[in-house]
């Protein structure tokens, strides 16, 4: 599990009478989500990827219910419940945890600004400093390592640990609240105390390529991510090549993924998913821009909604992919609220492309294969496909 950021797009679900279909994927730090609602006119939903054997939630749910009436954790009955199963992405998340969820996914969270993943010798470095936030007051930079948390060595502990550390409990620790990292670069070693904050992700980054085409980088997809996309078409000249950049995209939201084929589609098919076995399929709006040249980069961080929006356009022949192989998380996962209010995510079901590819432990083949020299290949690519540059 190295090398995958802290800081992922976590599972979100509707709290209600009624708990909405999911695509949710467990990720190294978190979970890539959204909803589904009951018409095919999607609202919030998800993405992700290869499972086991499905459970059933009547199952988890008496786990759940006879570890309370024990006098025993619920949450930990469910997840010996899902593990069970062999349902391999299934998950049970506290309450406290999906409200969390629920803020990334709007694109908000309280922390302190970091990135970070996993090495192969268990170290936790710092890959990205959110600009603005404590760590970067504090002079946090990319490449330190992060050797503990409030005290506790972080080193060879799962990154989804990491994250309950840096960001502590949802009501204990609300913003404003300080946390202690202990830090290293080079020789040096430090603690830093910093204060929580109520941060933004820039989920949706532009830039140029010195041959003039215009690059999006998509982190995530976000609450707004699909609208941030739209505007930039907006500012960019209609002849102007595209690459859209969702190498490293560890999903989000399906509606904003679907959102997002609708800019670049008049209409039709964008996916097709199955629950327990009765079909549904996800269209874009009509109105897109469809002759613009548009190239999207992949690689093996490359998931869940990310996935669905790349196998989407490149079955419809609206972009060429560049890059490596996708991820390959295509598993649909059904939220059970549990007795105290937990909530257990279990498999349900599978989601295609356009013309019948499933993504789920397969993953998109791009059309050129291509590695740290994508960007470059992409503007080579763009000229043949009509873009003046």
């Not at 003039?212 to 209609?238: N, W, Y």
Request: hydrophobic content about 35%; proline content about 5%.
């Amino acid at each position: 599990m190295s090398g995958r950021d802290l800081f992922c797009q976590p599972r979100r679900i509707r709290r209600g009478a009624t708990l909405t279909l999911v695509f949710a994927g467990v990720l190294v730090a978190g979970a890539a989500t959204g909803s589904f609602p009951e018409s095919e006119r999607p609202a919030r939903r998800t993405a992700s990827g290869p499972v086991g054997m499905a459970t059933r939630p009547e199952t988890v749910q008496r786990a759940a219910a006879e570890a309370m009436a024990d006098g025993k954790s619920p949450v930990k009955a469910a997840e010996r419940a899902v593990s069970r199963s062999g349902d391999r992405w299934g998950a049970v998340y506290s309450q406290g945890e999906y409200e969390e969820f629920q803020e990334a996914l709007d694109g908000r969270y309280t922390g302190v600004g970091l990135w970070a993943r996993r090495e192969r010798d268990g170290r936790i470095e710092v890959t990205k400093v959110q600009s603005g936030s404590p760590a970067a007051t504090a002079g946090i930079r990319r490449g330190d390592r992060l050797r503990s948390v409030d005290g506790s060595r972080v080193d060879g502990r799962p990154v989804t640990e990491v994250v309950s550390l840096l960001r502590g409990d949802a009501k204990s620790a609300p913003a404003g609240t300080t946390v202690t990292l202990g830090l290293e670069r080079g020789t040096r070693a430090w603690t830093e105390k910093l204060h929580r904050a109520r941060l933004s992700t820039d989920s949706v980054t532009v830039r140029r390529l010195p041959g003039g085409a215009t690059v999006i980088r998509v982190a995530a997809f976000t609450k707004g991510s699909a609208d941030a996309v739209r505007a930039v078409l907006r500012e960019t000249p209609a002849d102007t090549g595209i690459v859209l950049d969702l190498r490293g995209n560890s999903g989000g939201l399906v509606t904003e993924a679907v959102d997002a084929a609708s800019t670049f589609l008049d209409g039709g098919l964008v996916a097709t998913y199955d629950v327990e076995g009765a079909q549904r399929a996800l269209h874009a709006d009509s109105g897109g821009d469809t002759t613009r040249p548009l190239v999207i980069l992949v690689d093996g961080g490359t998931m869940s909604a990310a996935e669905l929006l790349t196998g989407a356009l490149q079955d419809r022949g609206r972009a060429v992919v560049i890059g490596s192989r996708t991820f390959g998380k295509g598993s649909i996962q059904m939220p059970t609220e549990l007795p105290d209010g937990s909530v257990a995510e279990l498999t349900v079901g599978h989601y295609r492309t356009p013309s019948g590819h499933a993504v789920d432990g397969r993953g998109i083949t791009p059309d050129l294969e291509a590695g740290a020299g994508a960007p470059r290949r992409a503007e080579t690519v763009l000229a043949g496909l009509g873009d003046p540059s």
